[in-house]
């Protein structure tokens, strides 16, 4: 049989192999790259397939673990990439030696020049208002060839049904091909999941990278990131939003990841 095919980073036809993926305590995680995550979306842009596409970290695995609802989602999700070294590590632990980190923010700065390069419109959601005129203003300096075809930041409120009718409206309208969905875990993989076929492009849910694009949130120094400590970072510099997150998840993630280990060698 034919294996689908797909366009990749320099424009040429390839066929689309399948991920090796592993459930991380009952998540699934795609062993991806950037490179691969990068050229899937933007195969599925250019022709606005409705998809959407989950940056994994240890919050997300702890969430989906304690909510079958939200395991559901990522679970059904169109690609689910390792943001985050714990997850990287937790593939190979599990078996897949070559699994590499796809941080949110950079395959989101990675899409962005290769949207522009290839005239592929793209369209921001979430945030707020403050953010995303930064956000905005980030792009004409740095990608000005980018087409930014939709820019919202929505109240943070439950929208009626009119109003997300009116959004969906104007999404499509806009012709954009890779909306970039900023509204935090789990709130945007639950929007993302209700708006699959409704929505026509690729969805990516990107947590707080309009922030930290817009300059408005610091980012953790590159040893930090290859070495796995970026959330050390992130709670020095909001340890009250983020110290009971940290302290409730990434002690149970050990323990419940070296006991699924465990299992899964024991005869």
């Not at 930041?153 to 109003?163: I, S, Y």
Request: glycine content about 8%; some cysteine; hydrophobic content about 50%.
């Amino acid at each position: 049989m034919n294996r689908p095919l797909m366009t990749d980073l320099e424009g040429r036809s390839v066929a689309l192999r399948p991920v090796n993926s592993r459930l991380i305590l009952g998540m699934r995680t795609d062993a991806t790259s950037y490179a691969d995550a990068a050229a899937r979306i933007l195969a599925w842009a250019s022709s606005r397939e409705s998809r959407y596409v989950c940056l994994a970290s240890v919050h997300m695995t702890m969430a989906s673990h304690d909510s079958a609802e939200l395991r559901a989602i990522v679970n059904g999700a169109d690609l689910v990439a390792p943001d985050g070294m714990p997850l990287v590590w937790a593939l190979r632990l599990l078996g897949v030696p070559t699994a590499t980190h796809v941080r949110g923010l950079t395959l989101t700065l990675y899409l962005l020049e290769r949207a522009a390069a290839m005239d592929v419109p793209i369209g921001c959601y979430g945030g707020a208002p403050e953010a995303m005129a930064l956000l905005l203003r980030m792009f004409q300096r740095r990608f000005s060839a980018l087409r930014v075809a939709y820019a919202h930041a929505p109240p943070f409120r439950q929208l009626t049904t009119d109003e997300d009718a009116a959004v969906i409206r104007e999404i499509n309208a806009s012709g954009l091909g890779i909306l970039f969905v900023g509204l935090g875990c789990p709130k945007q993989e639950q929007w993302m999941a209700s708006h699959k076929g409704a929505v026509n492009a690729v969805m990516l849910g990107v947590g707080a990278a309009f922030d930290f694009l817009a300059g408005v949130k610091p980012e953790a120094p590159e040893w930090m990131q290859r070495a796995g400590l970026e959330w050390l970072f992130r709670l020095a510099t909001e340890p009250r939003r983020l110290g009971w997150r940290y302290a409730y998840h990434n002690p149970r993630f050990a323990v419940l990841l070296a006991a699924q280990y465990l299992k899964s060698v024991t005869p």
